[in-house]
């Protein structure tokens, strides 16, 4: 029997959540705000309150975009204060290009250049715009990575970069691409109808994880940035599996609303949820690891069969013995492929049954 206890949240988990997600107020489209504003001082001590490790945030959700040096200065100083006094870190920043009207065409890539200016104070388009970026960050020796987070639609109808995908092929045309990398974010890849494990594996396999962005999705839905595990329980584990078993060690970042229901004591409860959830689903992963008849299925789904020549790397020789192999159809055909039970298996794991 578990207990409650396996499931807190602990600094080495590495949960992080965006001022703008626990902070967030409610409104949707259709509806206005349901909580009052949150200074981001509020939101680090109830961050730590809830067990969190970290926090992310967009440059205006800290310091308001029209805000003089002077109160840029004491807003970052009370701000830093408050991380300090609170054990928390700030693990990722991020900023809006997408918010304010004079984006209302874009950033980096809006026709007007006088946006494209703003935007990042270069004049050229989105791989100029990284470009600009890196040598900014390698000039002031920042250290920093970029990580680039794809996202198929809103705030307008076509983004061009829809995909991590699209993000892993733009990466290499850049003239620094070790400094950059990936944040997918479940609900954007599932907005696309997409398997977001699958764009995180490529990811991960690019050696380009470089953050990640947890929360849930409904596909075909607006962005609906839901609880992380609320909406689609089976591909919230095999994520969490995945991350758990490559050994992936960046942020888990919880980039996700609380119902407009809530009060701030229920986006606590939103905050607290999310991070139990990746726990269990992370206990449920080792479970899932060791149990007997799963690796059964494993070994006789994958088991190599004698005298097959190996593809696992080129050489002329082993492709001479491949092409005069005679591959015998019926035999493959009729061996067994016993996914149902494998997949019931894993959802009597889910379930608590098994
Ligand atoms: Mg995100």
Redesign the pocket.
Known sequence: MTTNGMYQPKPEHKFSFGLWTVGNRGRDPFGDFVRQVISPVDIVAMLAEVGAWGVNLHDNDLVPIDATCAERDRIVAEFQKACKENGIVVPMATVSLFFHPIFRDGAFTANDPEVRAYADEAVKRLREAVNYLCEYNIDRSYGFKLAM?AKPNEPRGDVYMATTGHYLGFIPTLDHPEMVGV?P?VA?EQMAGLNFVHGVAQAWEAGKLFHI?LNDQNPGRYDQDLRFGSANFKSAFWLVKFLEEVGYEGPRHF?AHAYRTEDYEGVKDFARGCMRTYLMLKEKAAHWQADQEIQGILREISSPVDGIPCTKCYSKQGATALLAHAFDKDAITSKRLPYERLDQLTVDILAGVR
């Open positions: 987070e944040n974010e954007h962005d980039d």
